[in-house]
Each structure stands twice: as C-alpha cells, then as structure tokens.
C-alpha cells in the first residue's frame, strides 16, 4: 500500500513557476513508477509527466515538454514536478499518482496507476 501526499500548489503569473511535490508512505514506493496527472475544470483527467521506479526513464506529454521535469528521490520517498514557463491553460488540480513497476516503460492512462494523491490547485494568472 503506498499514500500519496501533493504539496506544491498555489497563484502564480504568466511565466512563472511552482516546484510540485509528493510524499509517499509505504515501503514499495522504490518499486513503484510515478506519474503526475491534471485535471481543468470540465475536462478529463490527462497524463502530465511520468518516471520509472529507478528515475531512469521519463516521459513527458507534449504540451509539458521542455518546461516541466519530473524527478525522485527513493531514498526520501519523495516525487517532484518542477513547472516553468507556466501558461494559464496549465491550471488545474495536479494529481500525483503511482503503480507497481519495474519496468522502464512509462503508462500514461489513468487506470494503470493504482495509487493517488488528493491532488493540488495550480492557478496561473494572465
């Protein structure tokens, strides 16, 4: 069993940036590859950017690449996402989330993670 916890989230401008985070308790979590999901209002929930368990491999969608990376560390347990350039069509509640992997390939559907965190807000400002 893995938790999920996002921190990170807030009100930035046009261009700035945010540092996501995501705690994770439990001990499988260095088996377990990460993704980071986002949800707009009145949208489906999308893939954002995705990491293998050893943080050897990353896969970014389209939209993202170049401005966000996504990292972790195994040893804290802990998963980041630093965002910048930020648009106002990236706001959203941001979605940590996880499943048991030790594959290098990345899953960008939704049902393939197991685990989820509550998500946090990101608001970016025109």
């Known amino acids: 069993q893995v938790q999920l916890v996002e921190s990170g989230g807030g009100l930035v401008q046009t261009g700035g940036s945010l540092r996501l985070s995501c705690a994770a308790s439990?001990?499988?979590?260095?088996?377990?590859?990460m993704g980071w999901f986002r949800q707009a209002p009145g949208k489906e929930r999308e893939f954002v950017a995705g990491?293998?368990?050893?943080?050897?491999?990353?896969y970014y969608a389209d939209s993202v690449k170049g401005r966000f990376t996504i990292s972790r560390d195994n040893a804290k347990n802990t998963g980041n996402l630093q965002m910048n350039s930020l648009k106002p069509e990236n706001t959203a509640v941001y979605y940590c989330?996880?499943?048991?992997?030790?594959?290098?390939?990345?899953?960008?559907?939704?049902?393939?993670?197991?685990?989820w965190g509550q998500g946090t807000q990101v608001t970016v400002a025109s």
């Open positions: 989330a996880a499943r048991q992997s030790l594959s290098q390939q990345i899953e960008v559907a939704s049902d393939d993670y197991r685990y």
């Open positions: 439990g001990r499988t979590f260095n088996r377990c590859a």
């Open positions: 990491i293998s368990w050893s943080g050897g491999s990353t």
